[in-house]
């Protein structure tokens, strides 16, 4: 059974920095791509960042493109997201996800596998 547990959520204030790890067990992490989503306070689940199986490719939103990073860890079964300049809108809960989808894996539908989210709060 493949499992993803997320890390590293909390309360950040405006403009300051948060990173997220997404451990994943039971699986074979370095065949899945990874993606990080959010769901905003009363808002749809969306896409964050992809990083491809072997760290080749990344792809952001418009909104997390130039303040977020997104790596992965294949030695620790691992992904991360690195949030900076952070601001409110922000604020919400983040899933990591792993897909075995061969193509850009930007939709939620690509994602077999998920975590069960971590809060994140931005502070002004």
């Known amino acids: 059974q493949v499992r993803l547990v997320e890390s590293g959520g909390g309360l950040a204030q405006v403009g300051g920095s948060l990173r997220l790890s997404c451990v994943v067990s039971?699986?074979?992490?370095?065949?899945?791509?990874m993606g990080w989503f959010r769901q905003p306070p009363g808002k749809e689940r969306e896409f964050v960042a992809l990083?491809?199986?072997?760290?080749?490719?990344?792809h952001y939103s418009d909104s997390a493109k130039g303040r977020f990073s997104i790596s992965r860890d294949d030695s620790k079964n691992t992904a991360y997201l690195r949030m900076s300049s952070m601001n409110t809108e922000d604020a919400g809960v983040y899933y990591c996800a792993a897909s075995t989808f061969a193509g850009w894996a930007l939709r939620a539908q690509h994602y077999r596998y998920w975590g069960q989210g971590t809060q994140v709060t931005v502070s002004s």
């Open positions: 990083i491809n199986r072997d760290a080749l490719v990344t």
């Open positions: 039971g699986g074979d992490f370095n065949t899945y791509s």
